[in-house]
């Protein structure tokens, strides 16, 4: 287990919290399925195209532990019950771009920081695999998300990237440059 405090610092999560950030397994892909799920209901999102439907969502540790570039990050409190998460994987028909997924919080998570911790580290692993771009998709519906991605310093897009595999469910697109270690 990775403590959450020494990977984003106090002003995210704080030791006290009885918080960390691990990598996805299997033990966590019911729970992060149901959270994904219940967040894209109360935005009335629960529609084709959007992760929803996605076949791998009840099986998320499978995917992202698939390749070595690939990595889903999930929050957890003391007890180790998953309290959210966030993933990233490459950008078909790029080498430098990958794409920060499926970032959602439980309800008595949000307003805690947590998401801004989960960027942090999806930043961090992305630059440390060679990655230089970080790309999101959203919704307007998502406020909360959307203000996130533009605090965390992502730029808007006036459209998606090319071969975005979302159908048009979202209507908001960010892009960050990611340091290179």
Request: proline share 3%; net charge negative.
């Amino acid at each position: 287990m990775v403590d959450a405090a020494s990977i984003v610092g106090p002003s995210f999560l704080r030791d006290s919290d009885g918080l960390t950030i691990v990598t996805i397994t299997a033990s966590h892909d019911a729970e992060i399925a149901r959270i994904i799920r219940a967040n894209l209901v109360s935005f009335h999102l629960d529609i084709p195209g959007t992760a929803y439907f996605d076949p791998e969502l009840d099986h998320l540790s499978a995917f992202y532990g698939s390749r070595a570039d690939r990595r889903y990050f999930v929050v957890t409190d003391h007890s180790g019950r998953p309290l959210g998460g966030a993933g990233l994987a490459e950008v078909a028909g790029t080498t430098d771009t990958a794409e920060l997924q499926k970032l959602y919080l439980s309800d008595d998570a949000k307003g805690h920081r947590m998401g801004y911790a989960l960027i942090e580290r999806i930043e961090a692993f992305a630059s440390a695999h060679g990655y230089r771009q970080l790309y999101v998709e959203t919704h307007h519906r998502m406020a909360a998300a959307n203000h996130i991605y533009l605090r965390s310093g992502f730029h808007r897009l006036a459209g998606p990237l090319a071969g975005s595999v979302h159908g048009g469910a979202m209507d908001r697109f960010y892009m960050k440059d990611v340091m290179m270690s």
